[in-house]
């Protein structure tokens, strides 16, 4: 199935995480607003900050910025500062980066949002052109 790939145009990676929901919940009143936001963006805090039980929103968010990461990784170096997930408008995550030289790749990048009582993860699988 693997060989498939070979040949192909397209550099391909996954990555996953996944975080414990209550830890979160002990988390979010003792963050600084300042510090929240140095963790989420302006839109992402908001679209969070909008449900009654935020924590959810919140950690699987946070596992989408780190399974991105992880998916990026051995391509390029970027901080979870420079991505976010948004919802599209039918609700849909997707990947926006706040980082220049990534954008100009135009990756393309799919993300998967979970979460039970106990725990959200996120996994993402993200395609960049080879470089010539």
Request: proline share 6%; charged share 30%.
């Amino acid at each position: 199935m693997l060989n498939a790939l070979e040949g192909s145009i397209y550099n391909f990676n996954v990555g996953i995480d996944c975080e414990d929901i209550e830890r979160w919940r002990r988390m979010l009143p003792k963050l600084a607003e300042g510090f929240q936001r140095k963790l989420f963006s302006e839109e992402e805090h908001r679209y969070c900050s909008s449900y009654k039980d935020p924590a959810p929103h919140y950690a699987a968010r946070w596992c989408a910025k780190e399974a991105v990461l992880k998916a990026l990784s051995p391509f390029y170096k970027i901080s979870l500062r420079q991505i976010e997930i948004l919802p599209d408008q039918n609700g849909k995550p997707f990947c926006k980066f706040n980082n220049p030289e990534i954008t100009k790749l135009e990756p393309a990048v799919r993300i998967s949002l979970s979460h039970s009582k106990k725990t959200a993860m996120a996994v993402a699988i993200i395609a960049i052109k080879r470089e010539s």
